[in-house]
T-cell receptor, first 117, second 111 residues
Framework: GAVVSQHPSRVICKSGTSVKIECRSL??????MFWYRQFPKKSLMLMAT?????????EQGVEKDKFLINHASLTLSTLTVTSAHPEDSSFYIC?????????????FGPGTRLLVL | EDQVTQSPEALRLQEGESSSLNCSYT??????LFWYRQDPGKGPEFLFT???AGEEKEKERLKATLTKKESFLHITAPKPEDSATYLC????????????FGTGTLLAVQP
């Protein structure tokens, strides 16, 4: 149980375009989902916390107008990287919490590798 | 400031050679400590959650322990398939549900 999927697994886009990444909890309802970014040989950095039906909470230094997050249902959250630039190239990973309490164990998706040319 | 430090950065073991990975943490109040395994190009895979000092959890060749300042991930008789990066994360008490990750230990088990 507690399976989280992401789509696409890999995407290459041109500079200036927008890219949407989907995160789905497949076998449970996730009140809270999280979006992380990971650079090579670095740890995961939380970008934002997304609660179903409400606005996402962004971490300090993360541009909310650039990284649009929508959590439309209890099983789906999306991250849209708007007007992507090469410096946005990274590994984006989502996670979902199984319980009503968001601080319970988070289960992670397989990640999305974004390359902006 | 809440902080997590993992050591060593990298560890190379022979198959069957037991060892331990360390996770030291500094938080205002610990809500939970988490261990994950991450394979290259994949998302982290959940291993354990520890909530209070003295708690221990086991899964196959892995055993996680927790004190008030650190956690250890003991690997007994490792196999090549245990090769991965092991991540430690803490969640502090307070208003946020943020996980603070360490930079991980890259484990390589040679046959």
């Amino acid at each position: 149980g507690a399976v989280v999927s992401q789509h696409p697994s890999r995407v290459i886009c041109k500079s200036g375009t927008s890219v949407k990444i989907e995160c789905r909890s497949l076998d449970f309802q996730a009140t809270t989902m999280f979006w992380y970014r990971q650079f090579p040989k670095k740890s995961l950095m939380l970008m934002a916390t997304s609660n179903e039906g409400s606005k996402a909470t962004y971490e300090q230094g993360v541009e909310k107008d650039k990284f649009l997050i929508n959590h439309a249902s209890l099983t789906l959250s999306t991250l849209t990287v708007t007007s992507a630039h090469p410096e946005d190239s990274s590994f984006y990973i989502c996670s979902a919490s199984t319980g009503l309490r968001a601080w319970e164990t988070q289960y992670f998706g397989p990640g999305t590798r974004l390359l902006v040319l | 400031e809440d902080q997590v430090t993992q050591s060593p950065e990298a560890l190379r073991l022979q198959e069957g050679e037991s060892s331990s990975l360390n996770c030291s943490y500094t938080v205002s109040g610990l809500r939970g400590l988490f261990w994950y395994r991450q394979d290259p190009g994949k998302g982290p895979e959940f291993l354990f959650t520890l909530y209070s000092a003295g708690e221990e959890k086991e899964k196959e060749r892995l055993k996680a322990t927790l004190t008030k300042k650190e956690s250890f991930l003991h690997i007994t008789a490792p196999k090549p398939e245990d090769s991965a990066t092991y991540l430690c994360a803490v969640q502090a008490t307070g208003a946020t549900n943020k996980l603070i990750f360490g930079t991980g230990t890259l484990l390589a088990v040679q046959p």
